[in-house]
């Protein structure tokens, strides 16, 4: 059986799935247990979305650290701003700047870091200086929520969540508690997708997807989604319901990682099936356990795995 499997991918042209067991899946990043250091025995309080950050290095949300951490793939962790001293909404340097529950975390392609603050109801922006960084409040008005399109520091969000930047240097913002996806340009805020449409009910993350499209993990629904910035959206097809979805990546290859927080799993979708790819679908700390996966980032032939409950990094080499 195997070897007639092996034939049928060869002929079709069709990339096997990795089951959890295969799936090489190796903690880089904390120990398991909550905390707040650097270096390279550093420690993370709970994790929450991870971006890009230049070859072999990551930025990672680290909710109640309330900062904005960098981790290398050799297990390094840094500090980029915020702590668990430093709890609050503060503008100014990176070194003194204050966070409050940072969540969603995206780098554009000038290097400009936005941070979404679920607690704040703001979205920060961390700019690259000649003398490091510098925070700033991009949108909405700390402390307050609600839903107000218009000039962006008049702008209300409700508990901002996963971002990301489009193609034309908009910011594309998943507005959790209205169930709205916000984008921001050139100063103002518009709300570009709502739950009206019937394939989305509670979006959750953002990730760029193939073809200018963006993947959406709707946790509401259940569903991984496709969405075009003019309007179209379709469902990720699987043979096989998802639970939970709290993080949605793209592979080069055209599969769909999603961080399944309800089965403590990462589901691969690939030509309309489900496979488990990493995660026994038990919570755990051991090797090859995750508690409560909260994002999954495609990164330098790695896919990059946010363990909330276990306050780790995983990393698992992608075929």
Excluded at 93 to 112: I, L
Excluded at 192 to 207: K, N, Q
Excluded at 240 to 267: F, M, N, S, T, W
């Amino acid at each position: 059986m195997n070897v007639l499997k092996t034939i049928l991918i060869a002929l079709l042209g069709m990339t096997p799935f990795l089951s959890a067991q295969a799936a090489d899946l190796r903690v880089i990043a904390g120990n398991g247990e909550a905390g707040f250091k650097d270096g390279k025995d550093g420690r993370l309080n709970k994790p929450i979305r991870l971006a890009p950050f230049g070859p072999g290095r990551i930025l990672v949300a680290d909710i109640s650290n309330h900062a904005i951490r960098i981790v290398s793939k050799d297990g390094t962790v840094t500090t980029l701003a915020g702590g668990p001293d430093k709890q609050g909404h503060k503008d100014g340097p990176a070194e003194k700047a204050m966070f409050d529950s940072p969540h969603g975390v995206a780098v554009s392609k000038d290097g400009v870091i936005a941070v979404a603050g679920a607690s704040s109801h703001l979205i920060r922006l961390i700019t690259p200086t000649e003398d490091g960084y510098e925070v700033s409040t991009l949108a909405g008005i700390s402390g307050e929520t609600g839903l107000q399109d218009g000039p962006a520091a008049q702008a209300l969000f409700n508990s901002p969540h996963g971002l990301v930047w489009d193609n034309d240097g908009g910011l594309l913002i998943v507005d959790i508690g209205n169930a709205r996806i916000r984008r921001i340009k050139d100063g103002m805020v518009s709300t570009v997708l709502t739950a009206d449409v019937p394939e989305m009910v509670m979006p959750i993350d953002i990730a760029p997807g193939g073809n200018g499209s963006f993947l959406i993990a709707d946790a509401g629904n259940n569903n991984a989604l496709r969405w075009w910035l003019d309007g179209k959206i379709e469902v990720v097809a699987t043979d096989d319901d998802l639970k939970v979805p709290h993080g949605v990546a793209e592979g080069p290859d055209g599969a769909v990682y999603v961080a399944e927080i309800g089965r403590h799993q990462i589901a691969r979708l690939l030509n309309g099936h489900r496979d488990s790819f990493a995660g026994t679908g038990t919570e755990g700390n051991a090797a090859d356990q995750l508690n409560k996966p909260a994002a999954v980032l495609v990164h330098d032939g790695l896919l990059w795995i946010a363990d909330l409950n276990n306050h780790r990094i995983s990393v698992v080499p992608l075929p």
